[in-house]
């Protein structure tokens, strides 16, 4: 047989492999979702995220300093508050003292070269679990957009490097930028959750910070999974209104989108491996099913092909350990 292509020539040595590789996964790819609670000394594994801890502050930052040796250069932040310091106007996010606005000081005092995004939204501070304040049962979008801004505002003084806003409430990114500017927080940027849907996969997560929705769902703010030409709309809002990054979430069953808007716009896209998807994959490996270190470095490279420049994921860790071995 004469054929004048073989595709197979260029599969046939891990070296020619190696050279013909169009995606190269980094540790510079990874942001490490971490729960940050209360007390000392704590550290307590989420049931539904097997390997995944909520630690108190302490110990939080003897794990900044590893993962920082690591080679994991960001982070994105999630407190669980005590029901106390919850109400409807979510007022415990914009304490000045509060958990988060703590963590953030200290994480930037220990390893002040790692880049810290707090999660800006209501939930873990709405008596509803809501991301936004509720009034006769809807979320209101002005008013919550006017929380997200203080929010916002205390994170910037406690040091952070960017403000992640995962609401989804319209408006808010030119309102949190706007307010950056006025108060001279010209370097902090907006990583903007544009394109979340309204997912299943986020069931663990609720969990970690016991923020499940009080009543109904999310659906009238976070987007319906049937739909990908809303998420351009959503993008391209966001990128006029200032956003310096763009999140699509979840990941893996969302990478069209990632790919869709990865060719459209000129902003990086961060895209969000969620709790879901981590469980999955967990699940799998501990019944023996898959081979863990496979399976993680194949799902991460999937989503850098799609068009990730940023990998918010639960593997940060694990999968730079088994880059660096
Ligand atoms: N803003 C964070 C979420 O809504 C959920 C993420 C996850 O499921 O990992
Ligand atoms: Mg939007």
Not at 241 to 246: L, P
Not at 275 to 288: C, D, F, L, R, T
């Amino acid at each position: 047989m004469i054929l004048h292509s073989r595709n197979r020539r260029l599969r046939s040595s891990q070296s020619i492999r190696d050279l013909m590789r169009e995606t190269t996964l980094t540790t510079d790819d990874f942001m490490l979702p971490l729960f940050i609670t209360e007390g000392n000394n704590i550290k307590e594994e989420i049931s539904s995220m097997p390997g995944i801890y909520r630690q108190s502050l302490d110990l939080t930052l003897k794990e900044i300093k590893e993962l920082w040796s690591l080679g994991i250069k960001a982070v994105n932040l999630y407190v669980k508050v005590s029901d106390n310091l919850k109400d409807n106007t979510g007022k415990e996010a914009w304490n000045k003292e509060g958990l988060m606005q703590q963590a953030i000081k200290a994480i930037k005092d220990t390893v002040p070269e790692m880049i810290v995004m707090p999660d800006v939204a209501l939930d873990p501070y709405s008596i509803y679990g809501h991301d936004g304040i509720v009034k006769e049962g809807k979320i209101i979008n002005d008013e919550t957009v006017d929380a997200l801004v203080k929010m916002s505002l205390s994170h910037a003084e406690a040091g952070a490097d960017f403000v992640a806003p995962s609401d989804m409430m319209d408006g808010r990114v030119s309102a949190i930028r706007k307010a950056l500017e006025e108060n001279h927080f010209h370097d902090v940027g907006i990583m903007s959750y544009t394109a979340k849907y309204a997912s299943s996969y986020y069931g663990p997560f609720r969990d970690a910070l016991d923020s499940a929705p009080g009543f109904g769902d999310k659906k009238t703010y976070q987007m319906d999974y049937c739909n990908s030409k809303e998420a351009i709309n959503e993008a391209l809002k966001d990128i006029n209104e200032g956003a310096d990054i763009i999140m699509v979430k979840p990941g893996l069953p969302y990478l069209d989108i990632v790919s869709k808007l990865n060719e459209l716009v000129d902003v990086p896209i961060s895209v969000y491996q969620v709790s879901g998807e981590y469980s999955m994959i967990k699940a799998a490996v501990n019944q023996g099913w898959l081979d863990n270190n496979k399976v993680i470095i194949e799902s991460l490279s999937c989503i850098k092909r799609a068009g990730a420049s940023l990998i918010t994921t639960y593997f940060a860790k694990e999968a730079a350990r088994i880059l660096n071995s």
